[in-house]
């Protein structure tokens, strides 16, 4: 790739939920800025702008990082998931959000896409975990209103019902 | 918290990047995994003129044996050495160290030799390299050369890098037979950066601590065995020795115990491994 120029614009691409994304951005957009305003989609917050509250969290290459620390122009050629690609159709939810439902796992809602994003990599890559993992996974995010025992609550039983399923399917 | 504009080049090789922080000077930097340099830029903490991004430099993401070392290359993630599958065999003290460094999030996008390169005073892994007595390549457009843990670290987030350089690699010794690896850390919450970690490295005859959170910068020293009554001695010197000082996180004090403490309990874990 050739040197972006400061202020100069490049258009980047991406998938994004499993689409292709394109828009331009400087050097300096950052991600999170970048799907939210640029592209649109508001699902991912953002707190802090410095790697601390993990709202931005998302997937990128299937593994849970800070939409605010990475450049836009970074993203070029990955693949991106973010909370609106949880939803398997309109009015419904995922295993995992409908647990958050059950157990209040939120109240004003802020943090709560972040910390989807992180729980659902961690469902992918390890579907036997337990709430040591999960309160590690949970570590790298910041709740102001519930005290994250919900939230601990709400990911066990959202893996214990992947589990079922699973074996449901054998 | 939006950052300054910036020139920015995703380089392809290594030679490309070179070429732009020597034509540069001191107002480029290597962005790697971006945990830490992202927050300065948002902050307006950092405002780097140009950005030369070496992520996607295939030659940088490899993890080698060679010899008796292990060289891990700039581009290689936090995640991907924990995913190493020789890492506990190989480097149990980095093994043990790597979950402390922030969160999951962070890791999946941070680096090795990025964490060594930005020199936090309580990050563990330049406490590991320290521990380990490794060695850092280091390269120019112009000039390669390598240097010794020891001479990296100069202070509070100050290294022995120049203008225009950049880490290529970090090497590690191999675990050797009959040594003992131990690895502790005290901080307010899991993931937060340490108040104080120790690393230790014990055999038969020898022993040693590293020390981070304490001092600007980590550092090693050799101690009594732990069977040894000196121990407890030497450890209240190196207590005394580093300039512990009070902040909003702990107290000098409290650090000094902790030297103490987690100093007795890593050196005593190390020997205990040793089998
Ligand atoms: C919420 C949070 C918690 C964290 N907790 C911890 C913690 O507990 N312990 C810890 O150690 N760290 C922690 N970190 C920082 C860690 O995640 C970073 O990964 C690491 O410090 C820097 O690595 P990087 O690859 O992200 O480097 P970058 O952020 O890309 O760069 C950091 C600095 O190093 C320079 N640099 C990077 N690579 C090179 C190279 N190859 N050659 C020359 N210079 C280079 C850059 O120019 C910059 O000055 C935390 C970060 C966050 C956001
Ligand atoms: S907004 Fe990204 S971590 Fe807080
Ligand atoms: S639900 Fe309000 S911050 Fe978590």
Redesign the interface.
């Known amino acids: 790739?050739?040197?972006?120029?400061?202020?100069q614009k490049k258009t980047v691409t991406f998938r994004l939920n499993g689409l292709p994304v394109r828009a331009d951005a400087?050097?300096?957009t950052?991600l999170s800025?970048f799907i939210r305003h640029e592209i649109g989609m508001t699902g991912t917050h953002v707190g802090c702008?410095?790697?601390v509250c993990?709202a931005c969290?998302i997937q990128?290459d299937g593994?849970?990082?800070?939409a605010?620390?990475?450049?836009a122009?970074?993203a070029?050629g990955t693949d991106i998931r973010t909370v609106e690609a949880l939803s398997p159709g309109d009015d419904r939810l995922s295993a995992l959000q409908a647990a958050f439902k059950r157990h209040h796992g939120l109240q004003c809602g802020f943090c709560t896409p972040g910390i989807l994003m992180?729980l659902d990599a961690?469902i992918g890559a390890r579907p036997d975990a337990g709430r040591e993992e999960v309160r590690?996974?949970l570590?790298?995010h910041l709740c102001r209103c519930t005290g994250y025992a919900t939230i601990v609550e709400a990911a066990l039983s959202a893996l214990d019902d992947i589990r079922r399923e699973d074996n449901d399917n054998v | 918290?939006?950052?300054?504009?910036?020139?920015?080049?995703?380089a392809?090789t290594l030679d490309e990047a070179l070429d732009?922080l020597h034509e540069a000077g001191g107002d480029a930097r290597v962005?790697a995994g971006?945990?830490s340099l992202?927050?300065m830029?948002?902050?307006r903490l950092a405002r780097p003129?140009v950005?030369v991004?070496i992520?996607r430099i295939d030659d940088l993401r490899k993890i080698e044996a060679e010899g008796n070392d292990i060289m891990i290359g700039a581009g290689v993630r936090q995640?991907q050495l924990e995913a190493w599958p020789d890492l506990s065999a190989r480097l149990p003290l980095v093994a043990m160290a790597l979950p402390w460094i922030?969160?999951?999030?962070?890791r999946?996008?941070g680096t090795v030799c990025g964490s060594l390169a930005h020199a936090d005073p309580s990050a563990e892994l330049p406490l590991s390299l320290i521990a380990l007595q490794g060695n850092l390549h280091l390269r120019t457009k112009r000039k390669r050369r390598t240097v010794a843990a020891d001479d990296f670290f100069l202070g509070m987030m100050a290294t022995e890098l120049g203008e225009g350089e950049m880490i290529e690699a970090v090497s590690l010794p191999s675990r050797s037979e009959g040594t003992g690896y131990g690895f502790n850390e005290i901080g307010r919450?899991?993931?937060d950066f340490a108040i104080t970690a120790v690393a230790a490295v014990v055999t038969e005859r020898s022993a040693s601590i590293a020390i981070a959170g304490v001092d600007d910068r980590p550092r090693r020293f050799d101690v009594p065995l732990p069977s040894d009554p000196g121990l407890d001695d030497a450890l209240n010197e190196i207590a005394w020795d580093l300039n512990a000082r009070d902040d909003i996180h702990a107290s000098a004090r409290y650090r000094r115990e902790l030297v103490r403490r987690l100093g007795r309990r890593t050196i005593e874990e190390a020997a205990a491994c040793l089998v």
């Open positions: 790739m050739s040197r972006l120029k400061a202020h400087e050097s300096r950052l800025d702008e410095h790697g993990g969290t990128v593994a849970p990082a800070r605010c620390l990475m450049l122009v970074q070029e992180s961690l590690d996974h570590s790298g | 918290m939006k950052p300054a504009a910036f020139d920015y080049l995703q392809a732009l962005i971006g945990q992202v927050p830029l948002n902050m003129a950005l991004d992520m995640a922030g969160h999951v999030q962070t999946a996008r919450r899991h993931g």
